[in-house]
């Protein structure tokens, strides 16, 4: 039976708002609340219980095939990072560089740079102890050097792969990944810019009191040196970013260019930066290397299901061809870019996750984009750029990462609200000019 385009739009709405109301109010997991979303659409639409499963599966288990790999060992890299002091080192070389008069740009550039394989919470948590103590050290208001830190960190996690929300949109929208690193990344700087000149602006008239909590650095080993520390990001980035200039056509690659090709992978690329995180610690106990992975594994986990559930989500508003519905009521060609954006932004701001927000919102794209005129390899790139910004806003109460800030900077609510929030705000305004920018030079 054949739905008219109100019908579908409300069962649309109405699987949004569940989400919304699960996540943000009744505090239930993605997860859960994406299938139960699944099953009002796919049963409003008229699809039979076992046909809503059937599709939900397929869905979920597309969306892990191309990215399960690639979450697990980001989130790997990530923790190896961490573990083994590398951040740190990063941080203490851009501070030295930089000087104490330009420690929140300092600050800034070390979130950006760590950011890259590390989730902001993690990397804010890890890097807290140092903001502090340069904030001290400094007399530069805490407000302005743990903004300046969370929104570098933010920059890129909202817009740069392995990190969940972006890598999942590529795979649904179907983008290259190291094309998105390519572009993603200088997307990213003015936008970690915007997010430091807002901090120092409305930070600087804030006088909180740094937090007595501080954490706690495992230093038993001498650290890692510079080059050590910045190997296992910057080659995996490099390898895939090379990949990108090297397109499979009908000919295989043969000698050089097929051993780039094959490292240049991603899943490979990641292993790569892996194994050289772990040559960042002089020794290795059995038991450290068992943690750390089974750490990696299980923080991936909780990560996948709820992208293998935004893969399912999608592949059920494909099954109600909510595509041509808008394709053919609304005149959404006009609207290109700025329909993403807006429709991430509304997300991310009712229910607070960047990652389930540009998840849900890339599986509604998907089957919008010849009407939205991106059907092409550019116009994905477009896409995913102004939906990574499109989750950058607004950052408040209800996003668990402003309170992983507020707690370790020992900021108050008005002060967050006014230096944080408003700081991503302003990068997502900056994100999606730089992706139009860019849609007229491409």
Not at 39 to 55: A, Y
Not at 102 to 116: D, K, N, R, W
Not at 298 to 313: D, H, N, Q, R, T
Request: with cysteine.
């Amino acid at each position: 039976m054949a739905h008219s385009f109100p019908y579908i739009l409300a069962f649309l709405f109405a699987g949004i708002a569940l989400i919304v109301v699960l996540t943000a109010k009744y505090k239930v997991p993605a997860f859960f609340a994406l299938f139960f979303a699944c099953l009002l659409v796919g049963l409003g639409i008229g699809l039979p219980l076992g046909g809503v499963l059937s599709v939900v599966k397929d869905g979920f288990g597309t969306i892990l095939k191309s990215l399960g790999l690639i979450i697990v060992l980001g989130t790997t890299l990530g923790l190896l990072l961490e573990y083994t002091g590398s951040t740190a080192v990063m941080a203490s070389f851009l501070i030295k560089k930089l000087g104490d008069k330009h420690a929140p740009l300092a600050m800034s550039i070390t979130g950006f740079i760590v950011g890259l394989p590390i989730f902001c919470d993690s990397g804010f948590i890890v890097l807290s102890g140092l903001n502090k103590s340069m904030a001290r050290r400094t007399g530069i208001p805490i407000a302005v050097m743990s903004v300046s830190l969370a929104t570098g960190l933010y920059a890129v996690h909202c817009l740069v792969p392995p990190h969940p929300g972006a890598t999942a949109a590529a795979g649904t929208i179907g983008v290259d990944f190291g094309r998105l690193l390519l572009f993603g990344v200088p997307v990213a700087i003015p936008a970690m810019l915007a997010g430091y000149l807002w901090a120092r602006y409305a930070g600087k008239k804030v006088a909180d009191k740094i937090a007595d909590d501080e954490i706690a650095l495992n230093q038993t080993e001498q650290l890692p040196s510079l080059v050590k520390a910045c190997l296992p990001v910057i080659i995996p980035i490099l390898l895939i970013g090379l990949k990108s200039f090297l397109t499979p056509g009908t000919a295989e690659y043969h000698g050089w260019r097929s051993i780039l090709f094959a490292i240049g992978d991603p899943v490979i690329a990641l292993m790569i930066g892996v194994f050289l995180a772990f040559n960042c610690k002089r020794s290795w106990k059995k038991s450290e290397i068992s943690k750390i992975l089974h750490e990696a594994t299980e923080k991936a986990g909780g990560i996948l299901v709820i992208i293998g559930m935004g893969g399912a989500f999608g592949a059920i508003l494909t099954a109600a061809k909510i595509g041509d519905h808008f394709s053919q009521s609304l005149a959404l060609g006009s609207m290109g870019i700025f329909f993403p954006f807006l429709l991430t932004a509304v997300l991310k701001t009712a229910q607070g996750s960047s990652t389930v927000a540009i998840i849900t919102a890339a599986s509604i794209v998907l089957p919008l984009l010849p009407a939205l005129g991106l059907n092409n390899d550019d116009g994905k790139l477009l896409c995913v750029l102004s939906m990574g910004g499109g989750s950058m806003m607004i950052s408040h109460a209800n996003d668990a990462y402003f309170w992983v800030i507020a707690k370790f900077s020992g900021l108050e609510m008005k002060t967050m609200l006014k230096v944080y929030s408003m700081a991503t705000l302003l990068m997502g305004l900056t994100t999606i000019t730089m992706v139009y920018i860019l849609s007229k030079l491409l």
